[in-house]
């Protein structure tokens, strides 16, 4: 009985690690598709970066890579965890700096911030 125990549980755990490597990839793709994944060293181009003179405020992940911009003055939607959402003014204050909901912010610490919470930053959708 106790031989016939081990191969069943061998035969369970066997298959239990194949469909979580299944859901793993699967994940991984739903994840590229929708934009999410971002491979790493990717760069953006000189081109896609505002003028010195424009009041456009750049908004990166942690380790500085261009996600979006927009305009003084516009929002961004935080959205949280839980799936709550959030509108965001925001005012640029300097290349580096803007004000989000009253705040300022550093972008580069913003963006650590927004990752340690668990938000989730992208520019508001205008009607």
Same mark, same amino acid.
């Given at each position: 009985?106790?031989?016939?125990?081990?191969?069943?549980?061998?035969?369970?755990?066997? +298959?239990?690690?194949?469909?979580?490597?299944?859901?793993?990839?699967?994940?991984?793709?739903? *994840?590229?598709?929708?934009?999410?994944?971002?491979?790493?060293?990717?760069?953006?181009? *000189? %081109?896609?970066?505002?003028?010195?003179?424009?009041? %456009?405020? +750049?908004f990166t992940d942690p380790k500085g890579i261009l996600?979006? %911009? /927009?305009?003084?003055?516009? +929002?961004?939607?935080?959205?949280?965890?839980?799936?709550?959402?959030?509108?965001?003014? +925001?005012?640029?204050?300097?290349? *580096?700096?803007?004000?989000?909901?009253?705040?300022?912010?550093?972008?580069?610490?913003?963006?650590?911030?927004?990752?340690?919470?668990? /938000?989730?930053?992208?520019?508001?959708? %205008?009607?």
């Amino acid at each position: 009985m106790g031989m016939i125990g081990v191969f069943v549980g061998a035969m369970v755990g066997g +298959c239990f690690g194949v469909v979580v490597t299944c859901l793993a990839v699967a994940a991984k793709k739903a *994840d590229e598709e929708d934009g999410i994944y971002e491979p790493e060293g990717r760069q953006v181009s *000189d %081109t896609a970066l505002p003028k010195a003179d424009d009041k %456009t405020i +750049c908004f990166t992940d942690p380790k500085g890579i261009l996600l979006f %911009t /927009i305009p003084d003055g516009d +929002c961004v939607t935080l959205m949280y965890g839980d799936g709550e959402t959030v509108a965001g003014v +925001c005012r640029y204050l300097d290349q *580096d700096h803007a004000e989000i909901n009253g705040v300022k912010w550093q972008m580069a610490e913003f963006a650590l911030q927004m990752q340690i919470r668990g /938000i989730v930053v992208s520019p508001a959708v %205008t009607k």
